[in-house]
């Protein structure tokens, strides 16, 4: 019913920058918040950043100053601007949206398939 599709991962040089793109499709009635969750091989999953649906964010403290999660609530899009990269950033990060289906009042969790990044020393 709903589809989350990431883009922009990719290899980089530590100190470089990347931006994740996640645009949600389908039956959408709203989105209440979205983020971005990654993983390390050998690791959990781990939050990196949210958003409400009112611009409220919150942060890992590992990403603090060099992360910045934004999005645009018309394009059903959240973004993942990630500066000043560093090795431990490698993981597959993964868009989490919180949705609410059109002709209902429950919200589900939906998950992207994921997108690489690797921050080589």
């Known amino acids: 019913q709903v589809q989350l599709v990431e883009s922009g991962g990719g290899l980089v040089q530590a100190g470089g920058s990347l931006r994740l793109s996640c645009a949600a499709s389908?039956?959408?009635?709203?989105?209440?918040?979205m983020g971005w969750y990654r993983q390390a091989p050998g690791k959990q999953r781990e939050l990196v950043a949210a958003i409400t649906i009112g611009g409220i964010t919150n942060y890992a403290d590992s990403v603090k100053g060099r992360f910045t999660i934004s999005r645009d609530n018309a394009k059903n899009t959240v973004y993942l601007q990630m500066n000043s990269l560093k090795p431990e950033d490698t993981a597959v990060y993964y868009c989490?949206?919180?949705?609410?289906?059109?002709?209902?009042?429950?919200?589900?969790?939906?998950w992207g398939q994921g997108t690489q990044v690797t921050v080589s020393s």
């Open positions: 389908g039956s959408i009635f709203s989105i209440n918040a």
């Open positions: 989490n949206a919180v949705v609410r289906i059109v002709t209902t009042t429950v919200s589900y969790n939906y």
